[in-house]
């Protein structure tokens, strides 16, 4: 079958065709995301994150592809996904501060050294830190909820949109939205709590 075939199945919400395209573009992401860490060797990004942003793009890119243009899905795909990944370069560059380091969850926080096990992700504030269920199972509406992740983020957005089953209402749970996404256990988890943590804010009465 090809990618082609693939990407009209995907949008008729056939997962596995999703996942079957997903797979055929991660190689050439891979790749990129390679090649992209290597240009801007100046700011320390990460595999993973380039890759889960890569991801978003190519899901963008099933939903937009039209082969009238005469473009090879897999093309398409891949300049998708790379334009997601330098959107990523410049968010993260923008963010570097003047002494040109840079604020990482995984670094413990001023008065913990490293050997307390303490990270900022640590010493978010306790909504984030609620089960998943907790944060969703109270008095504002679906709607709501809905309307704040119109606010967050296109990544964060994709996250919450498959971890709790927003579009084809099956809650998956972290291990399972870590796999999809091609992130590891411990990127999904902070990706999680950036993400519920953005969607508190956005809640009314925040």
Do not use: W
């Amino acid at each position: 079958m090809t990618n082609e075939q693939l990407c009209s199945l995907a949008r008729e919400g056939d997962k596995a065709a999703e996942a079957a395209l997903i797979e055929n573009v991660l190689p050439l992401i891979r790749i990129t995301a390679a090649n992209i860490q290597k240009r801007y060797s100046g700011i320390l990004l990460e595999t993973d994150d380039l890759v889960q942003e890569a991801l978003i793009g190519v899901l963008r890119a099933i939903k937009t592809y039209d082969q009238e243009t005469g473009n090879l899905l897999l093309t398409y795909a891949q300049k998708t996904a790379e334009n997601a990944m330098l959107d990523y370069v410049r968010k993260c560059a923008s963010a570097i501060p003047a002494s040109g380091s840079i604020l990482s969850l995984d670094a413990p926080p001023p008065g913990f050294d490293s050997e307390a096990n303490v990270t900022y992700a640590d010493i978010l504030p306790d909504d984030c830190n609620k089960n998943p269920e907790q944060l969703f199972i109270r008095k504002e509406t679906i709607t709501e909820v809905r309307n704040a992740l119109g606010e967050i983020s296109d990544r964060e957005r994709a996250y919450l949109h498959y971890r709790f089953g927003f579009l084809d209402y099956v809650l998956h749970d972290q291990s399972e939205t870590a796999a999809h996404f091609h992130l590891s256990l411990s990127r999904a988890r902070h990706t999680e709590k950036g993400a519920l943590k953005n969607v508190r804010r956005a809640l009314p009465g925040q």
